[in-house]
T-cell receptor
Framework: KAGVTQTPRYLIKTRGQQVTLSCSPISGHRSVSWYQQTPGQGLQFLFEYFSETQRNKGNFPGRFSGRQFSNSRSEMNVSTLELGDSALYLC????????????FGPGTRLTVL | DQQVKQNSPSLSVQEGRISILNCDYTNSMFDYFLWYKKYPAEGPTFLISISSIKDKNEDGRFTVFLNKSAKHLSLHIVPSQPGDSAVYFCARPTGANNLFFGTGTRLTVIP
């Protein structure tokens, strides 16, 4: 079974631009969660989608948004990029219940200049 | 209020010896915890989990212990191998598919 894939793996943007990251979950998984990892804040939950609906949202500004498609693939978008948005963005997929194991992709390293 | 807390940012252990990584947690109605391992530039990899109906769960070289009275869990790796060198995170669900992660402990296994 193929794992979680994320594209692109690396991205460089400048302040004020927007960016879209993509995540393809493990086949059969309907839940996709997004996390941000930074040296200062660690691993923080952004949001989770299940069957095309956002079920949970972390404490991030509205510049961070996402969506999920009918095939469970998910995208996250960050608008008006700030230097502090430089981070490793990780997505994880699971079947959808709280005790299901979340399987992570390799992440997208975003650098904002 | 931090849901899980890892107080040791780093740990060094000789190859073949035991590694013990610790995690404290705050009150919750649902005690279920996970350990993930993370190499640089990769996503976290699930290692082992434990729920409050158990006080121990074992998988090969990895054992997690849960002390509910002390609100403490620990991950034991025996014997430690150089390939175990990574950052280890404890985590707990705070909602449907929403994991709260500790700050991580960097384990270095010295050959």
């Amino acid at each position: 079974k193929a794992g979680v894939t994320q594209t692109p793996r690396y991205l460089i943007k400048t302040r004020g631009q927007q960016v879209t990251l993509s995540c393809s979950p493990i086949s059969g998984h309907r839940s996709v969660s997004w996390y941000q990892q930074t040296p200062g804040q660690g691993l923080q939950f952004l949001f989770e989608y299940f069957s095309e609906t956002q079920r949970n949202k972390g404490n991030f500004p509205g510049r961070f948004s996402g969506r999920q498609f009918s095939n469970s693939r998910s995208e996250m978008n960050v608008s008006t990029l700030e230097l502090g948005d430089s981070a490793l963005y990780l997505c994880a997929s699971s079947s959808g219940t709280a005790t299901d194991t979340q399987y992570f992709g390799p992440g997208t390293r975003l650098t904002v200049l | 209020d931090q849901q899980v807390k890892q107080n040791s940012p780093s740990l060094s252990v000789q190859e073949g010896r035991i590694s013990i990584l610790n995690c404290d947690y705050t009150n919750s109605m649902f005690d279920y915890f996970l350990w993930y391992k993370k190499y640089p530039a990769e996503g976290p990899t699930f290692l082992i989990s434990i729920s409050s109906i158990k006080d121990k769960n074992e998988d090969g070289r990895f054992t997690v212990f849960l002390n509910k009275s002390a609100k403490h869990l620990s991950l034991h790796i025996v014997p430690s191998q150089p390939g175990d060198s990574a950052v280890y995170f404890c985590a707990r669900p705070t909602g449907a598919n929403n994991l709260f992660f500790g700050t991580g402990t960097r384990l270095t296994v010295i050959p």
